[in-house]
């Protein structure tokens, strides 16, 4: 078994599972998970990756629930179907694609005022995401108010719609074109192995975030490409790993637990 950063060793410290979700008069599934122990804590939306949300998702919101945060993933593809084989990319790419930002974006504030809601809660919420999600947190942190912090992992297509489109009816505009815009500080991962998004993007990212003034931080992790925390697949890399998840906890403390 890989040794993973952040496992949740001892599961009576936290408690989870499926809940219902209201977001724009219809109820959608997102996974729970939160401290055991009565407190105040901070909030963290955990945004899925292109596969939908699976196990490695709701794992990573227990992680977070194990360090004094409330998490929520919420179900992306509950309304439309998600794909039918989510190991077979010509079935993700069009469920992927075919979401419409507008409806992602209503998703992740919904789950933002639900754990703002919670008994106990600080008032601080935080957002992350990975591959797909990684986009999906910069078009979040761009396009609402909601979040006090984002951290974008990998995130592709933040450029463009599709790899044959600059634009589309349900992605019609980059992300990376909005970050004037952006309403929160944010951290942009990326690994120096990557093809999408391809690391050169950490630069422009940076570089346009400077020239609007926005508060925006990115890391190049070396010995890393494209996911490179999911354990469950064979780009994972322990090392680098490890080093995102003390980046992850450090950022995250500073922005919302501060």
Known sequence: MANVPGVVTDP????????????????IAA????????????GIVVI?????????????ARRFANIGYNAVAPALYWRRGAPKDPYNMDDVRPVMFGLPDREAVQDFEAAADYLRAMSGAT??????????????????????????????CWGGFIHRATPDEETNAARPKPPLDMVGQLNCPLFGV?????????VELEAELKKRAQAAGKNVTTK????????????YR??????????????IRAFFDKQLKA
């Open 12 to 27: 009576s410290r936290i408690k989870g599972g499926v809940i219902s979700l209201q977001s724009g008069g219809q109820q």
């Open 31 to 42: 996974y729970h998970a939160y401290p055991n122990q009565p407190g105040n804590y901070p």
């Open 48 to 60: 899925q990756e292109a596969f939908g949300l699976d196990d490695h998702i709701c794992d990573l």
């Open 123 to 152: 008032g601080k919420v935080g957002v992350i995401g990975f591959c797909s999600g990684g986009r999906h947190t910069l078009l979040f942190a761009c396009s609402s108010s909601k979040a006090d912090a984002a951290i974008d």
């Open 190 to 198: 990326f690994g120096v192995e990557d093809q999408n998004p391809p």
């Open 220 to 231: 190049v992790y070396q010995g890393a490409g494209h996911a490179f925390l999911a354990d």
């Open 234 to 247: 064979p780009s994972y890399r322990e090392g680098p790993a490890h080093e995102l998840w003390g980046d």
